[in-house]
């Protein structure tokens, strides 16, 4: 049983690693060679944790060669605009100057319902109001409205808006994150007087964060009953 556990955690920290060498995309996100990845791993590794008579090496051996292969395809596709069209595909336009293309929703099977709803999804109601619409490689469609009946930019109405300042966590469930006070310009003594202010100390602090203009957002942690 010990075997086990031990065999199933060395493959679990092992998909980790190829997750992570993968890059961070949601599901709906991925590529089609990153899908097929996926669940090839998925399966090459539920062999051998359910089957303790198949040798561990008979699980890593294909992981690792799915994981090289799929990053070799990667390199490729940065290098080559073919291979990448091979392997990604082409983004296909769906909608264009407000006309429905329907060749390519044949093409790409997507049903005029099917289509409403993603505009639905993104708060268009009106199918007029579209220009475009592009079905991306990753499965999802961009849409872009007609100038009349998208939001007026804060250009375009002359008014003067202030850019977004990146806020900092400096502490999250009461641990001071020095790496980010350091990345905010502050120091510990800073963050001292900060919570002297709020009468409190960093343990009674659920999260804490400051922008570049110095806003401060505290949420203390709830009292457990």
Excluded at 152 to 160: L, S, W
Aim: proline letters at 4%; aromatic letters at 6%; charged letters at 25%.
């Amino acid at each position: 049983m010990f075997i086990s556990y031990i065999r199933s955690a060395i493959l679990y920290l092992l998909l980790i690693l190829c997750v992570r060498l993968m890059g961070k995309r949601q599901i709906g996100e991925m590529e089609p060679s990153e899908f097929v990845m996926t669940m090839l791993l998925a399966n090459l590794a539920a062999i051998p944790m359910q089957d303790s008579a198949i040798p561990l090496l008979s699980g890593i051996v294909p992981i690792l060669t799915i994981l090289s292969l799929e990053l070799v395809l990667a390199w490729l596709c940065l290098r080559s605009i073919r291979v990448r069209k091979l392997l990604c595909g082409r983004p296909i336009i769906l909608i264009s100057n407000g006309e429905l293309c329907q060749d390519n929703l044949r093409r790409t099977r997507i049903t005029a319902d099917e289509l409403t709803e993603h505009l639905r999804e993104n708060g268009i109601m009106e199918l007029y109001a579209v220009k475009y619409a592009i079905l991306e490689t990753n499965g999802q469609i961009s849409t872009f409205l007609y100038g009349k009946d998208r939001p007026p930019t804060a250009r375009e109405t002359g008014v003067k808006a202030q850019d977004p300042n990146l806020p900092y966590t400096l502490i999250s469930d009461g641990k001071i994150l020095s790496e980010n006070l350091a990345a905010a310009g502050r120091d510990q003594s800073w963050l001292e007087k900060e919570l002297q202010k709020q009468n409190c100390s960093a343990r009674d602090i659920f999260l804490l964060t400051v922008d570049g203009a110095g806003k401060l957002y505290v949420a203390r942690k709830e009292r457990q009953q």
